[in-house]
């Protein structure tokens, strides 16, 4: 006992010292230790944790991208495979990625993977930074698009690069942001975002809660066939979120078109195909004061897309969607997402028929 006392103090003694020697050797060790979680992070290693523990919500879809992509960049998958970005429009549109996949080979498309990589509010230089990240491979990468992905400023992107709000480390936005943005903070690489996860992570799930750290269930889907917003509630708010868009839609355009064609470019130098699709819209609800608006963005992605040699794939008009088959303006159902999803494999099934030979 007495010589466990006397080692306890031979070390507090040696921490409370001002020798250049430790301090030197702190300094050193801290160093280690950022080094080895910015490895831990950066190299997808943090995928030995089951996801289910890493969750806050259930709906925590940017925790399971990042932990999405680092699995895919782990374990690349076979064949070909159709990845989907976009935002939350995306997420809600068909009932599973399985679903859409088996849609797609009935519509007389190749078999296929699909693999969901949308995420709620995700912009285009989170989806570039995405692609960035993933294995090569064959298949076709279906972008999602609305005025509302558009609306992103340079600024808020360049958090991106220091690893928030996803896991992910990107040459290709950073040189896309090269003199529009930076972002200053002290630590470098992913650990500002680490650190920002881990306030997060400790707030969800132990200060605003009980201490239960339980595994949570991951959730695609935030809306179902129940609660969906009378049409006077979407008529309402359909001015109100033109009145807050249409300001940063102006702002923040040309940067985003130009994020698209790099999101294009990159995604065939993986050895993609790339189509653009329209995310859902409830035109009943968004009515005539969308209208200028919705055609000033259709025909800048029409000019990308013509420019680039991209198809546009717009389900809207054949899919015979009804104002009840949509949560609220941009959100379906699952009796819209069985309207949607037999046209849109359609349209998928097409683009992916050049790559349908491909080993």
Do not use: C
């Amino acid at each position: 006992m007495h010589e466990a006392s006397t080692a306890r103090g031979a070390l507090l003694r040696g921490l409370r010292s001002r020798s250049p020697l430790v301090l030197v050797a702190a300094a050193l060790l801290a160093i280690a230790a950022l080094v080895g979680l910015q490895w831990f992070v950066s190299s997808g290693a943090f995928t030995v944790l089951p996801e289910r523990f890493m969750l806050r919500i259930p709906n925590d879809d940017y925790v399971h991208l990042s932990y999405r992509v680092a699995e895919l960049r782990r374990r690349p998958p076979a064949g070909r495979v159709v990845y989907l970005f976009g935002g939350s429009g995306t997420m809600e549109m068909v009932r599973s990625p399985n679903a859409l996949a088996t849609a797609i080979r009935a519509a007389g498309g190749p078999r296929v993977t699909v693999i969901s990589l949308a995420a709620h509010n995700q912009s285009i230089g989170e989806t570039l930074a995405v692609i960035d990240n993933l294995p090569r491979g064959h298949g076709l990468l279906a972008i999602g698009l609305s005025p509302n992905r558009l609306i992103t400023a340079p600024s808020a992107d360049a958090a991106q690069l220091t690893g928030s709000p996803l896991a992910l480390t990107s040459a290709r936005l950073a040189a896309a942001l090269a003199g529009r943005a930076s972002a200053h903070h002290s630590l470098p690489g992913l650990l500002p975002g680490v650190f920002g996860f881990a306030v997060s992570y400790a707030d969800q799930r132990i200060i605003t809660r009980s201490p239960d750290l339980s595994p949570i269930t991951y959730s695609t889907h935030y809306h179902t066939g129940n609660g969906v917003a009378a049409l006077s509630a979407k008529q309402a708010g359909g001015p109100i979120e033109l009145a807050r868009e249409r300001p940063l839609y102006a702002a923040n355009s040309a940067y985003n078109l130009s994020l698209l064609a790099d999101v294009v470019r990159l995604g065939r130098e993986k050895g993609y195909a790339v189509v653009f699709f329209q995310q859902p819209l409830d035109l009943v609800a968004s009515g005539p004061a969308w209208d200028a608006y919705l055609g000033s963005y259709r025909a800048a992605v029409a000019v990308v897309a013509r420019r680039l040699g991209v198809s546009d794939v717009d389900v809207e008009p054949v899919a015979g969607l009804r104002e009840d088959d949509f949560y609220d303006m941009f959100h379906l159902i699952d009796s819209g997402r069985d309207k949607w999803t037999p046209p849109f494999a359609r349209g998928l099934a097409l683009a992916l028929l050049p790559t349908a030979a491909t080993p």
